[in-house]
């Protein structure tokens, strides 16, 4: 993700971000690494300096079902962290990434003295759920073409640099999309491409410009 001050990153004036910047071990992962595996037991949670993280399901038969693609100053592993429970997704890299892995004997103290880091981490669960619950409710009972356009209005959400802003940029791939929202590759690039002849959008590599979010919330009404 390019994008900065959307709800679910950290920003970098926030107090949280800043004590994790003190207390947090930075960590490396090629290109495809695993970083962590469904059922795994949990000893930290982790902010993603550089690169892109897939957050996926696999099922006992070994399919996958990815979850969430998470880009700089991201959070993540946080609620199987503080609930202490396994881990209910896997998280690999999709590109080299850079992370900060904070643990919970060193982030303590900063609790402690500061409750407002709680209510930080707490917000930023609830965006969480508030995003999972959105992509629930898109792949049960939307038809696929407003899966598509659903997906894109709820990422404005991330992408904007600003609540009041009537464009933004995407920069995720059509397969990208195709797995957050659970159909074929070839039929979220066949919706792509409609809504690119409308002129609600624009496509170029790796990347989806909004034009027209109003267009793309009026078919989702239709």
Known sequence: MNQVNIREIVSKESNLYSVIEKIGTLQHYKKNEIIYLQDDSVHT?????????????????????????LGVNNIFGEASYFSRTPRVTSASALTDVEL????????????????????????????????FSIQVYSMAFLSADKKVAHILVQLGTYFKNKESDIDYSIDYTHQDLAELIGIARVTTTKELKRFEKLGWISLAYRNIQILNEAALKEYLLS
């Open 45 to 69: 949670f982790y902010l993603l300096k550089s690169g892109r993280v897939r957050q996926f399901f696999t099922s006992v038969n070994g399919n996958e079902l990815t979850v969430k693609i």
């Open 100 to 131: 900060l892995a904070v643990d919970l004997q060193s982030l303590l103290p900063f609790l402690t003295e500061n409750p407002s880091l709680i209510a930080e981490l707490l917000d930023l669960m609830a965006q969480k759920i508030r995003l």
